[in-house]
DNA sequence: AAAAAAT
C-alpha cells in the first residue's frame, strides 16, 4: 500500500506552489509548505531542491515539533536534510537567551562514523544555514587540532564530529557541550555498535539529559533499535521503508566465480556494461591496496581509500573520484556509509561483507537520489554463508549467476605464472586503458537539479509509520524471525567457519 | 576472515 504523501494525486499537496520547478508529475510536498524561516527555504532552493524525499516529508515535521526521532530510510533519500532542516529552524525559532558569548556554547551537535562523512554532513549543514547567522565547523581526527580549536573557541552553534576528536576536545576544555539541545546520531545503529559505544557513552554524559535527540539509519536491527530506545524519550518512529531495504534505484547481481578470477571479473563487468566509473569494496586494508595497485597496472586510473592512508590522502582520493579524476576508487568500509557521490554509475563487492548491514550501506553509493545504478557483488563458495545472510536482512530472493570468463585476455596471470620482478605483466590489459581513454567524462560535478522524488515511492513494502507510541515492540517480530542469522552473536558465525574450515585454505 | 574512531 502506497502512502498519501507518495501518490500521484494531485490532491496530495493542495498548498504546492505553482513556482516551484519540478519536473516531477507527481505532486510531491514541497519545502516551501513547511513553517521554515525565509533564510532555510533560501538555502533549500539555492541547492537546487523544490520537493521533499519521503523520509524528509515525515521527519521534519516531527522534529520540529520538537520529538525524538528514530528514522529509517534508504540510502540516498535524503536523510541529512532531513534532521539539519528542522534543527536549523528549531534554532533560528528559539533564540538561546541563556548563551553567554564568552563560553561558546554548542547547541546541536551531530556525529559520525567516518571522519569523510563528518565533513560531508557538515557541508550540508553549512549550505543550509548559509543564510542564517548560526555558525557549523566540523572536528574529526587526522588533521591538526589548532585550526579547530580556534574555531571551537570563536562560538559554534552546530558542531559535527567524530567521536575520538570530539572527546579531545571536550577534555582540552575545547567544546562545551552542557548546553546543547539537540543531538543527532547520523549511520545511529554504527555509532551504538560496539565498537563506539563506550566513547558514545562518554561523550552523551557531558550533555544535559533534557534534550532533543534524533537517530537516522538505513540499517536498524531490532536489537539496536532496542538499544537505541534509552537513549531517546517518547521517540518517533518515522520509516519510510522496512529498515534494511536497499534502494530500488540499484540492480543488484551476484556473480560466482573463484578467487582467482575476481580481478578478470571486475574488469570484464567494467567493460560488458561500459561502467565508467565504480567503487570497488574490499574487506581489508591490504587487500585494498594491492587491488588499487592491481588495477594500475591494467591501466585504470585507480586509488585507493582506507583508514591506514593519511587523512590528506584520503580526502584527496574521495575528491578526485569525485571530480572523476578516477575511474575506480578501491576502498574498505571506511567508504560503506553516507558517502554521497554524485550519479555514480556501479559497486562492486570484490569481497562480501563481513556484516550485512554493510552490504546495504555499500551498494547505496550508487542509485542515490533517484538515480539507477548497478551493484555487483562477487561470491565464491566461502561466501555462500554471507549472502545467505545478505538475503535475510534485506528479504529480497538472490540469485548466483555464473560469469565465464571464456576469453583469457580478461584473467591476469595467477601468481605462479606472474613473471618475475613484477615488470609489465602482459599487453593483454592494454584494452582497458583504451576503453576508459575513449570513455566520455563528465567535467564537473553531475548533480545540479532537484532530486526526483518519485522513484523511491515503488516500495513493495509496508508504508512508513508515523506514530506517537515507540513502535518496535510490535515492530521487531515482524521484521525478523527471531533466531535469524544476523542477529546471532558474531562469534558464533565464525565459529561456524572455524570449524568447517582449517588453516590449509587460508593462505594467500 | 575486518574496519572504523584519538595519538
Redesign the pocket.
Known amino acids: 500500500m502506497m502512502d498519501p504523501t507518495q501518490t500521484a494525486a494531485p490532491a496530495a499537496a493542495p498548498n504546492a506552489p505553482t513556482e516551484a520547478h519540478t519536473e516531477t508529475p507527481a505532486a510531491a510536498a514541497c519545502f516551501d509548505t513547511l513553517p521554515l524561516d525565509a533564510k532555510l527555504l533560501r538555502a533549500v532552493a539555492d541547492q537546487g531542491y523544490a520537493t521533499m524525499t519521503p523520509i524528509q516529508a515525515k521527519a521534519i515535521p516531527v522534529v520540529l515539533a520538537g520529538r525524538d526521532v528514530m528514522g529509517a530510510a534508504q540510502t540516498g533519500t535524503g536523510k541529512t536534510a532531513a534532521f539539519s532542516i528542522p534543527l536549523l529552524q528549531r534554532m533560528l525559532r528559539h533564540e538561546n537567551s541563556s548563551m553567554s558569548p564568552a563560553r561558546h556554547p554548542v547547541r546541536a551537535l551531530v556525529l559520525a562514523?567516518?571522519?569523510?562523512l563528518?565533513d560531508q554532513v557538515a557541508n550540508n549543514v553549512k549550505a543550509y544555514s548559509r543564510h542564517t547567522k548560526l555558525r557549523a565547523a566540523v572536528?574529526?581526527?587526522?588533521?591538526d587540532?589548532k585550526p579547530q580549536t580556534a574555531e571551537l573557541k570563536a562560538g559554534v552553534e552546530v558542531l559535527i564530529?567524530?567521536?575520538?576528536?570530539?572527546?579531545?576536545h571536550i577534555?582540552a576544555r575545547n567544546a562545551v557541550l552542557n548546553q546543547v539541545e539537540y543531538v543527532v546520531l547520523d549511520e545511529a545503529d554504527?555509532m551504538l555498535?560496539?565498537?563506539?559505544l563506550p566513547?558514545l557513552q562518554r561523550i552523551l554524559s557531558y550533555l544535559p539529559k533534557t534534550r532533543q535527540t534524533l537517530l537516522f539509519s538505513a540499517t536498524f536491527s531490532p536489537e539496536i533499535k532496542r538499544l537505541a530506545e534509552s537513549y531517546l524519550q517518547e521517540p518517533v518512529l518515522v520509516e519510510v521503508a522496512r529498515p534494511n531495504a536497499t534502494a530500488s534505484t540499484v540492480e543488484q547481481r551476484f556473480y560466482s566465480v573463484s578467487a582467482d578470477d575476481k580481478r578478470a571479473a571486475v574488469l570484464k563487468l567494467l567493460r560488458d556494461r561500459d561502467i565508467k566509473q565504480a567503487i570497488v569494496f574490499v574487506?581489508?586494508?591490504?587487500?585494498?591496496a594491492r587491488l588499487a595497485r592491481s588495477f594500475e597496472r591494467d591501466g585504470l586510473r585507480t586509488n585507493a581509500?582506507?583508514?591506514?592512508?593519511s587523512?590528506d590522502e584520503?580526502l584527496k582520493a574521495l575528491d578526485a573520484f569525485k571530480r572523476g579524476e578516477v575511474d575506480v576508487l578501491v576502498?574498505?568500509?571506511?567508504a560503506a556509509r553516507g558517502l554521497d557521490i554524485a550519479d555514480l554509475p556501479a559497486v562492486f563487492n570484490f569481497d562480501?561483507?563481513?556484516?550485512a548491514e554493510?552490504y546495504v550501506h555499500r551498494i547505496g553509493r550508487t542509485g542515490r537520489a533517484g538515480a539507477s545504478g548497478l551493484a555487483v557483488t562477487l561470491v565464491t563458495r566461502?561466501?555462500a554463508?554471507?549472502v545467505a545472510e545478505v538475503e535475510k536482512l534485506i528479504k529480497k530472493k538472490l540469485e548466483l549467476e555464473p560469469l565465464e570468463l571464456e576469453d583469457d585476455r580478461w584473467r591476469p596471470p595467477r601468481r605462479s605464472e606472474a613473471p618475475a620482478g613484477g615488470g609489465d605483466r602482459g599487453e593483454f590489459r592494454r584494452p582497458e586503458r583504451e576503453r576508459f581513454e575513449r570513455a566520455e567524462r563528465p567535467a564537473a560535478p553531475r548533480r545540479n537539479s532537484a532530486p526526483a522524488s518519485d522513484p523511491f515511492f515503488d516500495r513493495p513494502y509496508e508504508p512508513s509509520t508515523m506514530s506517537g507510541t515507540p513502535a518496535w515492540e510490535q515492530d521487531a517480530p515482524s521484521v525478523v524471525q527471531p533466531g535469524a542469522l544476523h542477529h546471532k552473536p558474531?562469534k558464533k558465525?565464525?565459529a561456524?567457519?572455524?570449524a568447517k574450515?582449517s588453516?590449509a585454505s587460508?593462505a594467500s
Open positions: 562514523p567516518t571522519r569523510e563528518a572536528v574529526f581526527g587526522g588533521v587540532m564530529a567524530t567521536p575520538g576528536r570530539l572527546l579531545d577534555e554504527r555498535d560496539i565498537g563506539f566513547d574487506n581489508s586494508k591490504l587487500g585494498c581509500l582506507h583508514g591506514d592512508k587523512q584520503r576502498c574498505t568500509d571506511v562480501v561483507p563481513f556484516n554493510d566461502e561466501d554463508r554471507l558474531r558465525i565464525a561456524l567457519f572455524g574450515k588453516a587460508a
